[in-house]
């Protein structure tokens, strides 16, 4: 038996500091944009990228290529509008806000 294994029924006690993923809405806002994306052959997979300083969903075109974008969130950002960031392949920051669903209904996808 491993004593390491909790089992949670109820996570409300978690803090603010144990939360490292998108919350709820950040997530429905993401997949909604990934199925219009994906319906009109833009986008074909993704995948997430989980640590403790940051969250990534990442877009590919194919599923045997890298991500062609990263749609991250940072959880302890040096400035506030390094919140949400798009980042390309290589980690650059293509754009950023301090509100995730602005940052993506403004982004000219075809363009970017």
Known sequence: MNKHLKLVINNSYLNEKQKYFFEKDELKTILDLYAKMVSNGSWKDYGLKISSKQVAFSV????????????????KPFDKNLKYLIT???GRI?????HLEGLLKNTNWKKL
């Open 88 to 90: 390309d392949t290589k």
């Open 94 to 98: 293509l754009k950023n806000s301090y």
């Open 60 to 75: 590919f075109k194919n599923s045997s290529e890298n991500a062609v974008y990263n749609i991250c969130k940072n959880f």
